[in-house]
């Protein structure tokens, strides 16, 4: 079945630095979807990416979807405490109807 | 107003016990889930039911039972609980399920301790 695997599974930061979590899948996505679990929270919708090659940015945020349809990124300029979390990269598969499969997430550590 | 509601949110038990977890949404989605949720975070979906027709059926224990009494509710019920259980529940919902691009609105979780 299709996998999805993240890398890195922990990162500590220290707050102003960058971070970035990268997101591999086992089969070509229709298209991904990425969530942010604040601790003891729920995953909460970030953003999705459809097309290859696909780049957008929500302020600090920066989500890329790889050309061919199997990896995807997200890297986070000036990380703040408030950027605190897990990071789970959600793919789908293509072809008609395909299970949404959650990636094995990234723990994000700022330290002040 | 909350979206996806869940109750109760902790669950503390013995081994062996039957307890039942429910999942209400008001925001008049089709598809529901269920997933588990480890101590290492790892999030992996259990069961999905779309308008009350259960769609995918993940390698779940038969003592986990899945009930959607309409489209707007469901529940997992858990026979002889055992220590492996513990974990958090999260239900899920989104618009239809069955086409691409669909965003999942999560609940709060359940917080399930089995002793």
């Known amino acids: 079945g299709q996998q999805v695997m993240q890398i890195p599974q922990y990162q500590h930061v220290q707050e102003g630095e960058d971070f970035t979590t990268y997101c591999n899948s086992s089969?070509?996505?229709?298209?991904i979807q990425w969530y942010k679990q604040r601790p003891g929270g729920h995953p909460v919708f970030l953003i999705q990416?459809?097309?290859?090659?696909e780049v957008k940015k929500q302020k600090r945020l920066t989500f890329q979807f790889g050309e061919a349809k199997k990896n995807s990124s997200l890297h986070i300029t000036a990380t703040q405490t408030t950027d605190v979390g897990t990071y789970f990269c959600?793919?789908?598969?293509?072809?008609?109807?395909?299970?949404?499969?959650f990636g094995t997430g990234t723990k994000l550590q700022v330290i002040p | 107003d909350t979206a996806v509601s869940q109750t109760p949110k902790y669950l503390v038990t013995q081994m062996g016990n039957d307890k039942s977890i429910k999942c209400e949404q008001n925001?008049?989605?089709?598809?529901m889930y269920w997933y588990k949720q480890d101590s290492k975070k790892f999030l992996k979906i259990m069961f999905s039911?779309?308008?009350?027709?259960?769609?995918i059926n993940e390698t779940v224990p038969n003592r986990f039972s899945p009930k959607s009494p309409d489209k707007a509710h469901l529940n997992l019920h858990i026979n002889s609980l055992e220590l492996g259980d513990s974990a958090v529940y999260f239900c899920?919902?989104?618009?239809?399920?069955?086409?691409?691009?669909?965003?999942?609105?999560f609940g709060p979780g359940t917080r399930l301790l089995v002793l």
């Open positions: 925001l008049g989605h089709d598809t």
């Open positions: 899920a919902s989104s618009q239809q399920g069955n086409r691409i691009r669909e965003t999942q609105y």
């Open positions: 959600a793919g789908q598969g293509s072809g008609g109807y395909q299970k949404v499969t």
């Open positions: 990416l459809v097309k290859s090659g």
């Open positions: 089969t070509t996505l229709s298209n």
């Open positions: 039911y779309n308008n009350k027709e259960l769609i």
